[in-house]
Nanobody, 126 residues
Framework: QVQLAESGGGLVQAGGSLRLSCAAS????????MAWFRQAPGKEREFVAA????????YYTDPVKGRFTITRDNAKNTVYLQMNSLKPEDTAVYFC???????????????????WGQGTQVTVSS
């Protein structure tokens, strides 16, 4: 069992930055593919970024490429999402997700993730 807890959300002006953190419980954190998803009001949950267990590979949705960076610290059981040059369209609840095993097949699909956090609100004002 893995429990995930996000933090770091808040209100920021367009062009600003935020860093989200996701702290995970469990002894096998390093064996999980970790990801961030987001859900805006009235919209479906969408993939934002993912990172392999060794951090050797990262994946991003096109709208955030060059602005967001996903990293992980397996010693601290934590994954981060650094968000720069934020835009009003980035406003959403951001969720951390964990997928057991090393496979990154369908990493962009919410259905392959086994554990989810409660989410943290990010609001970007124009």
């Amino acid at each position: 069992q893995v429990q995930l807890a996000e933090s770091g959300g808040g209100l920021v002006q367009a062009g600003g930055s935020l860093r989200l953190s996701c702290a995970a419980s469990g002894r096998t954190f390093s064996s999980y593919v970790m990801a961030w998803f987001r859900q805006a009001p009235g919209k479906e949950r969408e993939f934002v970024a993912a990172i392999t267990w060794s951090a050797a590979r990262t994946y991003y949705t096109d709208p955030v490429k060059g602005r967001f960076t996903i990293t992980r610290d397996n010693a601290k059981n934590t994954v981060y999402l650094q968000m720069n040059s934020l835009k009003p369209e980035d406003t959403a609840v951001y969720f951390c997700a964990a997928k057991m095993g090393l496979s990154t097949v369908n990493y962009y699909s919410a259905s392959v993730y086994d554990y989810w956090g409660q989410g943290t609100q990010v609001t970007v004002s124009s």
